[in-house]
């Protein structure tokens, strides 16, 4: 399992400094800046930056804080968790992810994802009647453009190309993956272009996502491109102890998920259905022996080769965030790797 990469992702949810007081939109995003350097320092792989156009959360141009990472950061994959290529324009997303890469010396990665909050469309003046085509489209068309060469294309969503070269240029080609929220038709589409795959599994059992693994790499060899990395991304959270990580997590995490859940039909949050997601679900929270055994256990039953912890879920205090940033990447990290290395011991023996 030497190839296994453990990440960190989040929205940028606007958190509270350790007395409570909510911070601006600027104050959040310098935290995510310093949790990204903490992360770079204590090893973990990647961190990824979703898109969101909502209050509750500050980063909206994950590449531009990645750029900003960038200059402060050394080793630390840069990635978005999504790019909403929907509503965006796959040349200037090019060119942005770009311009990341060569600031970071080669780190930047860019998740392409239809997006699961809408609110992009109308801000940028797109019909979610079009969600579809949309997508289809765009990615089409970005998959061309990752060649790094003239291109001529035309389609219904934006202006036709005619032998047209974008730049920058890269140094070595622009690291592009597909996030995937449980659509088989996605899944293969991620598998027809030979994007490497991240499923986002926000819900559930974790062992319940397997088809998807088994059907994108199944659609790969059918469609004679080569499959490329599986990943997941699940929400949680890291303290020094399970309890303080719970008493951490559940109180902004369920006013986070209440306030999403009335604009989509969902019922309230029950503790009682907070503590089963922690037990038999896709949260992982606690202590760092706690979360690395069961990371451990959905990497094992997914056979993925990448884990994401969503660290981010409401306004948790600033400090505590840090220090779960820490943990992951000094303890959490090394013992999932044991862990599994252990598995592969006893599996030969």
Known sequence: MTALQLGLDTFGDVPTDDAGRR?????????????????????????????????????????????????????????????VLSSDDPVRVFQRFATVDALSGGRAQVILGRGSFTESFPLFGYDLRDYDVLFEEKIELFARLLREEPVTWSGTTRAALTDADVYPKTAGGLDTWVGVGGSPQSVVRAAQYGMPLMLAIIGGEPERFRPYVDLYRRAADQLGTAPGPVGMHSPGFVADTDAEAREIHYGPYKRM?????????????????????????????????????????????????????????????????????????????????????????????
């Open 257 to 349: 998920r209440d306030t999403i859940g009335a604009l989509r039909g969902w019922p309230p949050l029950r503790r009682a259905e907070y503590e089963h997601d922690l037990e038999h679900g896709s949260l992982y929270v606690g202590s760092p022996e706690t979360v690395a055994r069961k990371i451990a256990r959905s990497v094992r039953a997914l056979d993925v080769s990448r884990f994401d912890l969503v660290y981010t879920a409401g306004a948790q205090p600033a400090g505590a965030r840090l220090r779960a940033v820490e943990l992951y990447g000094t303890e959490v990290a090394p013992r999932v790797r044991e862990l599994l290395a252990d598995d592969d011991r006893a599996g030969a023996a």
């Open 23 to 83: 911070l601006t939109h600027p104050e959040a995003i310098r935290q995510v800046l310093e949790e990204a350097v903490l992360a770079d320092q204590a090893g973990v792989d990647v961190i990824a930056l979703g898109e969101h156009h909502r209050p509750e959360y500050s980063v909206s141009s994950p590449e531009t804080v990645l750029a900003g990472i960038a200059t402060r950061t050394s080793r630390i994959t840069l990635a978005s968790g999504v790019t």
